[in-house]
């Protein structure tokens, strides 16, 4: 494992109300090499949430989205720009580590941005 390489990388965590809209984004942002790799999970999560002061509870597609910090950004626009939610879920965690080879994988994956 390799922390130093790890440092740059992120799994974003977007949830989506139906699989056909997880599908969508996980395509857009991998073919934009915004992202890496993106896990759609194929059976609904439930959600649990407040929204504009009401509990809420929504079934819905989770994506984990691998990435890095410098695409973060760019990411979170593109998501938005596709998402039907208001305020859709954007949240970043950091890699700590991991497999040198699926880093190095990762960082090369996002290296060239296109449009």
């Known amino acids: 494992m390799n922390r130093a390489q790890a440092k740059n990388s992120r799994v974003v965590l977007v949830t989506c109300p139906s699989l056909a809209l997880a599908r969508k984004i996980a395509r857009a942002v991998v073919q934009k090499r915004l992202a890496a790799c993106v896990n759609a999970v194929r059976s609904p999560v439930e959600s649990f949430y407040t929204w504009k002061g009401k509990l809420e509870t929504a079934r819905e597609h989770l994506l984990l989205i691998k990435t890095t910090a410098t695409r973060l950004r760019q990411l979170e626009r593109e998501v938005k720009r596709l998402h039907t939610y208001e305020v859709p879920e954007f949240v970043a965690l950091p890699?700590?580590?991991?497999?040198?080879?699926?880093?190095?994988?990762?960082?090369?994956?996002?290296?060239?941005?296109?449009?």
């Open 95 to 115: 890699i700590i580590a991991g497999s040198v080879d699926y880093l190095s994988w990762l960082r090369e994956s996002v290296a060239g941005l296109r449009k």
